[in-house]
């Protein structure tokens, strides 16, 4: 080819770059909107607050934007995923740091578009892939009850990115493929408590942002996928679909204890990031925790239990056989809570066996438990386990997992455990 042949296709390349990154700016583009004074707090109507401080409980709105130790919606949470470390923002009503200086239209913008005040675009970290289908009343009712709280001025860590995933414009790319907001449309053919829950857990509850499965860019795989399970802080969230693998059904009177206390006797106590959720479910309107309760219990009434419950036979001398060193292991660090007849049990915790994570396609949760123990999720007095992390090793907890899995679980064996335990440590850290 000729030279001037060449610089005309190098020409037609390069307008043609310009085009697409005109084209690109246009399209990420977001103007700021402006400042406003801190609204008044008294100029919110009480009623509208308690309100939105219901919906926060709903939204478990607190547990990203707290830090250990720190004030609630201050900010400072680390949310790991596997392009970096996103922190939780400061959303109390500070004009400085937080949203003090966020008119209502800004507030909504964020839930609805994922996009800032000042315009930069926000990482779906803040699920407002599912807040986007907020109604109109309870955006207003959130903003009253955030602009109602303390104002505390600080700045939490910067984000810890990937580069050049620190460039928020590539967000609004992002949102080109897989942000598709829809309204939650009553269904019905369904119960007032049914399309109740099915609201707050596709919105503000955004159940599948943890309990369904990720594409390669963390695009949350919804449709025939959903709620098939998912991962959340180096935890598994089981499918909670008619994939579960529960050995006992999901009622409603079951799911409805479990949000309000933590624990179901027919199954297990709430655990890892479970723990805040139900935690916040607990002092939120109980009419609509049952109405959630309506709902997810539907999504599983084709789950193999809600058919017919398994006999869980306790295989104790073949377990023991196969794993001495773990059956040691449990005799000498578990048994004394565990086995029938323990205190623990006569208190009515649930008995190993029911618990989901035996039963899980992974043994992730099951070791998380026993590498980082298990505190009252609610109630001061609820289920407590210390953390083993600093008693056993990785081969001694893969030991105890292995026996554990053997005696009591309903699925094929997990291999190469010890490999498990240490990414399991190694992601808590």
């Not at 600093?390 to 554990?404: F, G, K, N, S, T």
């Amino acid at each position: 080819m000729s030279r001037p042949g060449i610089r005309r296709i190098v020409v037609i390349a390069v307008v043609l770059l310009g085009l697409c990154g005109i084209a690109f700016a246009a399209i990420a583009y977001r103007p700021a909107i402006a400042r406003v004074t801190r609204p008044d707090p008294r100029q919110f109507d009480p009623a509208l607050v308690a309100r939105g401080a219901n919906l926060a409980r709903l939204g478990n709105c607190v547990s990203c934007h707290q830090a250990a130790g720190g004030r609630p919606y201050v900010g400072g949470y680390p949310i790991k995923t596997p392009f970096g470390t996103i922190y939780g923002s400061n959303i109390t009503p500070d004009s400085a740091t937080g949203i003090g200086s966020w008119s209502p239209a800004a507030f909504r913008r964020a839930m609805r578009e994922g996009v800032g005040r000042d315009g930069s675009h926000l990482y779906p970290a803040f699920p407002y892939t599912h807040y986007a289908g907020v109604a109109d009343g309870d955006v207003d009712a959130l903003y009253a009850f955030l602009m109602t709280r303390p104002a505390v001025r600080a700045v939490p860590p910067a984000n810890r990115m990937i580069p050049p995933l620190g460039f928020r414009p590539l967000l609004a790319g992002w949102k080109l493929l897989f942000f598709d907001p829809q309204p939650v449309v009553a269904d019905p053919r369904q119960s007032a408590a049914w399309n109740r829950g099915r609201y707050i857990g596709e919105t503000l509850a955004h159940c599948t942002a943890c309990h369904s499965p990720r594409g390669l860019l963390q695009q949350e795989k919804r449709g025939d996928r959903a709620y098939d399970g998912g991962w959340s802080g180096g935890w598994y969230a089981p499918p909670i679909n008619a994939r579960s693998p529960a050995v006992r059904a999901w009622t409603v009177e079951r799911l409805d204890a479990y949000f309000r206390t933590g624990l179901s006797t027919a199954h297990a106590a709430a655990a890892g990031p479970m723990g805040p959720v139900t935690y916040n479910l607990a002092r939120a309107e109980p009419a609509d925790v049952r109405a959630m309760a309506t709902y997810y219990a539907w999504q599983m009434r084709a789950a193999p239990a809600a058919r017919a419950e398994p006999r869980l036979p306790d295989r104790r001398a073949l377990a023991g056989q196969r794993h001495p060193e773990g059956a040691r292991l449990y005799d000498g660090a578990c048994a004394v809570c565990h086995e029938p007849g323990a205190a623990m049990m006569v208190a009515g915790r649930p008995a190993l066996p029911l618990g989901t994570p035996l039963h899980e396609a992974n043994p992730r949760d099951t070791i998380q438990v026993i590498l980082k123990g298990l505190k009252p999720p609610v109630a001061p007095r609820g289920p407590y386990m210390p953390a083993f992390a600093d008693a056993l090793d990785d081969r001694q907890v893969a030991e105890i997992v292995a026996y554990l899995q053997a005696r009591h679980g309903t699925g094929p064996a997990w291999p190469d455990l010890e490999t498990d335990v240490a990414a399991a440590r190694k992601e808590g850290e």
